[in-house]
């Protein structure tokens, strides 16, 4: 990586398919950010002048102190927010030209974690997590078949039939976790995803991170969580005031 990253347990052909689409691919970047700024409608600054590259297969922190821009960076990466200035680019698409039918396309490939989870509260675990795959248009079977090792991957098999409600604060995110993966897509973000968590809720969602990164997903974290950095050991960069650092 320069300041300048297989997948769910969904079974080996799945694996296989999402490693197939990047055969090749493998030397170019999954992400880079060429001198992007950021600055929101109000005149806050979210990001300033960051220049970034995650290869594939890449596995990386982001953090940095509270209002430093992490959640801006992510959210620039899946389109939610438009760079002011320089370019954004996702698995060669230039994410701030995308529009429609496009973005939606370029969202397919990328898994979001959010802290808050983001669960439809009057759905099923097993509902919240197929509902990704038949917006995407996927087939009864095959939403079937990616469903249960998807499940086991998070370990919530025994909680399929559970309302978010009924779960654990661990067991909600891990949800979030199984519909961000559900669809196998090549880059994962997720934005503290152990900010509500206990060290033992954070060890497993780390564990599931780490898996998916070995499978051969991109994956990009951001964190505050100290414990979480140096339990995986993995790349760090640091946001400051709008600014990244490496290291
Ligand atoms: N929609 C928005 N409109 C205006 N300003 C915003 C918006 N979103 C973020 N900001 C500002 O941009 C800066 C970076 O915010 P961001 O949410 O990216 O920080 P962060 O590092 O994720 O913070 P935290 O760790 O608290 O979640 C902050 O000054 C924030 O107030």
């Not at 769910?8 to 691919?25: C, F, V």
């Not at 995110?173 to 809720?201: F, H, K, M, Y």
């Not at 898996?211 to 505050?224: D, M, Q, S, W, Y």
């Not at 979480?228 to 990244?244: E, F, P, S």
Request: hydrophobic content about 35%; some cysteine.
């Amino acid at each position: 990586m320069t300041t300048t990253s297989g997948h769910p347990g969904i079974g080996k052909n799945h694996q296989h398919q999402a490693l197939d689409a990047d055969a090749g691919d493998e030397l170019r970047g999954m992400v880079k950010l060429r001198s992007v700024k950021k600055i929101y409608p109000n005149g806050s600054c979210g990001l300033l002048d960051v220049n970034l590259e995650v290869k594939r297969g890449d596995f990386i922190f982001v953090t940095g102190p509270s209002g430093s821009g992490k959640s801006t960076l992510l959210k620039l990466l899946y389109g939610e927010e438009r760079p002011t200035d320089g370019e954004v680019i996702v698995d060669n698409c230039n994410v701030g030209q995308l529009r429609g039918h496009k973005l939606s396309l370029l969202r397919r490939r990328i898994g979001v974690v959010f802290q808050d989870y983001k669960l439809i509260p009057r759905r099923t675990v097993t509902e919240n997590i197929s509902f990704v795959l038949w917006a995407q248009g996927f087939t009864h079977k095959e939403i079937e078949r990616r469903l249960v090792p998807t499940l086991k991957l998070v370990g919530l098999q025994h909680k399929a039939s559970c309302f978010p409600e009924e779960l654990s604060g661990g067991e909600q995110q891990r949800v979030s976790l199984a519909r961000a993966i559900v669809g196998t897509p090549p880059l994962l973000l997720a934005d503290e995803p152990t900010g509500n968590l206990d060290p033992d809720n954070s060890a497993s969602v780390l564990k599931i991170l780490q898996k998916l990164n070995n499978f051969g997903a991109t994956v990009i974290v951001t964190t505050h969580d100290e414990r979480l950095l140096r339990m995986a050991n993995k790349t760090v960069v640091q946001l400051r005031d709008g600014q990244l650092f490496q290291g």
